[in-house]
């Protein structure tokens, strides 16, 4: 049996050290993955992929005075916001999508990247985190690394910046990336040596047989979370019909590092 090592020494002190938690960018995240990636990557200062969840400052609330005001310093609040068409976006159905989130404190660094995504992808992933922070921070403050699954997918550009950012972070997509109310702007760094330590990634594959972008130090057997769906054929229906991503209850499923492929 595998030795398995679960990445705590360097999150103690930050609240429960929560297994590190897998978007899969595959799966009709393309749009958040390359927002998250972008804040992750491409921004300077970048936020890295190490997050603090602190329960909207301690409220619990998303529409807490702290939620609401991290919100607004996104850029995600008021609204109608740019992503609205009463905002003057000219694609309907399109949600603000914040890079940190405001459920954590690293958001109260200001900066925050916004892009324009799609409204039922920014929903699963806002109920996906949820659901992560009850399943495996207990609903408490924790400190968890998010992992970016299938970076290299179909429609996911920024999550390839983690290894060229001057190439590959080029703010050109048709809903580009908004930072303190401006288009973010292209970085000059064009080798990953050079990021900041917080941004530098590697590619890893999974026990599942996933690849998947996690921090560059990360050790061979780490247990990682991926969000699956409970009920496969539930998801099916809300996506063949357009319905509400509520209706899908995700549980997390262990995963494994198993090989360092760059």
Known sequence: MLFKTLVVTSLIGSGIAAPGMIFNCADNMQDVCNNM?????????????????????????????????????????????????????????????????????????????TKCVISRHNSRQG????????????????????????????????????????????????????????????????????????????LFRMSSGMEVLLPIDTLLNTTFVHPTARNSTMKAWVEDNDEDEDHIDWMFVEDFVATKLD
């Open 37 to 113: 990636c972008w804040g992750a990557y491409c921004t300077k200062p970048s936020f890295g992929a190490t997050l603090k969840y602190d329960r909207y400052g301690g409220t619990g609330k998303r529409d807490s005075d702290i939620g609401k005001a991290r919100q607004r310093s996104a850029g995600c609040l008021p609204r109608p916001n740019r992503c609205s068409t009463d905002g003057g976006n000219p694609r309907a159905g399109e949600n603000c999508d914040e890079y940190p989130f405001a459920s954590t404190s690293d958001a109260d660094k200001g900066g925050q990247v």
């Open 127 to 202: 109920r996906i985190i949820q659901q992560y922070y009850g399943s495996s921070c207990n609903s408490q403050p924790c400190t968890f690394i998010i992992g970016f699954g299938n970076p290299a997918a179909a429609g996911v550009q920024y999550c390839q910046a983690y290894s060229n950012p001057h190439g590959k972070c080029i703010n050109n997509q048709i809903a580009k990336i908004y930072k303190n109310g401006a288009p973010d702007v292209r970085p000059t760094t064009k080798k990953r040596s050079e990021l900041e330590p917080v941004a530098q990634s590697a």
